[in-house]
């Protein structure tokens, strides 16, 4: 059975039950207002608990007057199956579960009479004249020790609950926030997984109404269910739990995008509000009459489109998709399958197999199994909401990963042009996850910039046709005799693996250092007070308005006589050698951390690799292909003054020496140098600069030279 024949099927079904209330509809149609859940008018009973408009809730369900007449054209009923396979749902995750109770002395959360629920503690274990379980809990309220006897219905654990516990249609205890309002813990029904689709986190449906999207740390279980989970709703929520869940993994929801116009209703009037923002279910409406702002779920019957469509399907009229006459589809059901909800723990990453110095290997397209399904591109304005379906992975998890497949994790493509002739070079284009096509790396700043995303940079992209963001595949991929998963123990921000394919011999043993090491009093100024801020809103993307930026381009006029205007970063890489240095932008600094001139202080990014060679001992190498000016790595070690240096230079050590000292290094770079002629500058600290990521202008002693033990 197919998408299409499973959503007719499920349809009929739907169709006869409601067509039984038929007649009942058709007298409320006549004599008074249709409903849609049982008598609940909002326009005359407020909800149970203070509503906020400002606050992130969302009010899912009510009984409401009927809007005026608008043309019911403007609902299409469409079905969009998220696969071609014919599974028939998640019947699964409808399985409520039962969990022990815990024993008596135990801390758990027991519900008051305001339908709060308080941390108590379990005194006894009794039965009623029926013979059911009973519990006696002690809480404190208004300072005074009460003790209340609830059913299991009524008790929840203390704890957060774990992610294998959670299903659709679970009674759980979740703590509610309101912008202006005490945090409170509530009950409610679960009403989404986890997805990528709603960043990860699940929908809980309250039982007075509200609805909020939270993390898993955030809930508890409720020990014991009914056998129809509804019976243990609030009467205002009840029936409408009841059809979520029988309809389930079908949901209607009305389909929208910011800035369009939606009837809503509002305390039992229905009024123009305008969509501002869309969060996976959830719509953010701004009413145009005051201004103000509430947030919905997508499938509330307060949404115009969605009432009409429930309307329908309860007189029994026809479910034939209507078109409108502009073909904007506004009611959508949406079909949620098992495959589509995240890992309950995180999955380890497959073992990724190297190319060694003899093997073949060739590179992995886009066609791969996994490629992110395209998407059609309507013409429109890029904002947030275009990619409010990708949500940022932790850190954890990414640290493993090629920098430049993180576009292709958030359901970003990267697709080679087609060639007008047999002579065209490949060209490459990324296409973003609304559909939109960039060609270039300005494209890509600007598109970064118009949706303000956070967890992508502009050097996560990459459009030369020589470098692969795919990892590639080995073919004779040889066996590991020893394998370090780190051996920077953690110090780094991505792990730098150790292999050795010849033998079983571990490297030489040494202390891995990730920053540089001030021994025998050597000091380095690292006063802010002589840093440089610039006071940049947009990334920092106008060197000539970047305070910092411009330390870097006029440092150039003492090699090449005059300033050069793009010295520095372009798009976060170096496309050329400035032996006068690179300033970038601190801590201090008004730009964010997406700036174009932050770099080396975000760290090791790559994947290094350190390897055993078979004639030439330990090297290192990066296990992806490194676009060109990209940063690799910080070169870290020990700090000597000049003395020390020698000394140890003399001993023969297998040791590598470096040049701290700027105006000694800028100087010998200038035209006529001559190293007999002492320089005019005062050696005493004070003056000299090097540049180190971060931390920017940087005071060292005359010279000084870093030591770097070779392996």
Not at 613 to 626: F, N, Y
């Amino acid at each position: 059975m197919g998408p299409d024949d499973y959503t007719v099927e499920f349809l009929k079904e739907k169709q006869e039950k409601l067509i039984k209330d038929r007649k009942e509809a058709a007298k409320l149609e006549e004599g008074s207002t249709p409903s849609t859940s049982k008598a609940y008018t909002s326009s005359t009973t407020p909800p149970p608990r203070a509503f906020s408009k400002k606050s992130t809730t969302t009010v899912v369900h009510r009984q409401m007057s009927a809007p005026a007449k608008t043309s019911t054209e403007t609902v299409e009923l469409i079905e969009i199956p998220d696969d071609d396979s014919g599974e028939e749902g998640d019947e699964g995750s409808k399985v409520i579960k039962n969990f022990p109770c815990p024993p008596k002395g135990s801390f758990i959360l027991a519900k008051w009479k305001d339908n709060c629920w308080f941390k108590g503690g379990l005194v006894d274990i009794i039965k009623d004249q029926k013979g059911q379980e009973k519990f006696k809990v002690r809480i404190q309220r208004d300072r005074d020790m009460v003790q209340i006897i609830v059913s299991g219905t009524q008790i929840a654990s203390i704890h957060s609950a774990k992610s294998s516990e959670l299903t659709i249609g679970q009674r759980v205890v979740a703590l509610f926030r309101e912008e202006d309002g005490d945090d409170c813990l509530y009950a409610g029904v679960i009403a989404e997984m986890p997805m990528t689709t709603n960043h990860g986190r699940y929908l809980v449906f309250f039982d007075d109404g509200y609805v909020q999207y939270m993390h898993r740390k955030r809930i508890h279980l409720v020990y014991q269910n009914s056998k129809n989970v509804w019976d243990d709703v609030e009467e205002l929520m009840s029936e409408f739990v009841k059809d979520y869940l029988e309809q389930y993994p079908f949901r209607p929801l009305v389909r929208v995008i910011a800035g369009i116009e939606v009837k809503t209703e509002f305390q039992g009037k229905w009024l123009k509000a305008k969509v501002m923002e869309v969060d996976s279910s959830l719509v953010l409406m701004q009413y145009t009459n005051d201004a103000q702002k509430e947030w919905l779920y997508r499938g509330s019957t307060r949404l115009e489109p969605v009432y009409r469509f429930v309307m329908m399907h309860r007189y029994g009229q026809d479910v034939t998709p209507i078109r409108v006459q502009q073909n904007v589809k506004r009611v959508e059901y949406s079909l949620i399958k098992p495959h589509q909800y995240l890992p309950d723990e995180p999955e380890e990453d497959e073992e990724e197999e190297e190319v060694g110095e003899d093997q073949k290997s060739e590179p992995a397209t886009d066609k791969a199994k996994d490629r992110t399904e395209k998407t059609q591109f309507e013409n429109h304005a890029c904002i947030a909401s275009c990619v409010s379906s990708a949500w940022p992975l932790e850190p954890g998890k990414l640290s493993n990963l090629n920098p430049l497949m993180l576009p292709h994790v958030y359901g970003w493509t990267r697709e080679m042009m087609k060639p007008h002739s047999a002579k065209d070079r490949k060209r490459f284009f990324t296409k973003t996850p609304c559909g939109k096509s960039l060609r270039s790396m300005e494209d890509v700043d600007m598109y970064l910039t118009e949706t303000k995303i956070h967890y992508l940079a502009v050097d996560h992209f990459d459009f030369s046709p020589f470098v692969f963001t795919l990892p590639r595949k080995s073919k004779n991929t040889k066996q590991y005799y020893l394998e370090y998963p780190d051996i920077s123990n953690g110090e780094e921000p991505t792990p730098v693996v150790c292999v050795n394919e010849f033998d079983k011999s571990p490297p030489p043993q040494f202390k891995y250092v990730a920053h540089r090491k001030e021994l025998d009093g050597n000091k380095i100024n690292l006063d802010p007070g002589f840093l440089v801020c610039c006071d940049c809103t947009d990334n920092c993307q106008d060197k000539s308005k970047c305070a910092c930026q411009q330390l870097t381009i006029e440092a150039t006029k003492v090699t090449s006589g005059s300033a050069i205007p793009d010295a520095g970063y372009v798009h976060r890489r170096l496309l050329q050698s400035f032996p006068t240095g690179v300033y970038e932008c601190n801590h201090l600094c008004k730009c964010s951390s997406q700036c174009h001139n932050r770099v080396v202080q975000n760290g090791l990014q790559l994947r290094l690799q350190v390897f055993k060679t078979e004639k030439k001992g330990w090297g290192i190498r990066c296990s992806d292909d490194i676009p060109k000016g990209a940063f690799v790595c910080v070169y870290s070690g020990h700090i000597w003054d000049e003395e020390e240096a020698n000394v140890r230079g003399q001993q023969g050590r297998d040791q590598y020496f470096a040049e701290l000292d700027h105006i000694e290094v800028v100087e010998k770079i200038k035209e006529g140098y001559e190293s007999g002629v002492e320089s005019d500058f005062d050696y005493n600290g004070s003056d000299s600069e090097e540049y180190a990521g971060e931390e920017g202008s940087e005071q060292t002693s005359k010279n000084c030279a870093s030591s770097y033990d070779r392996m």
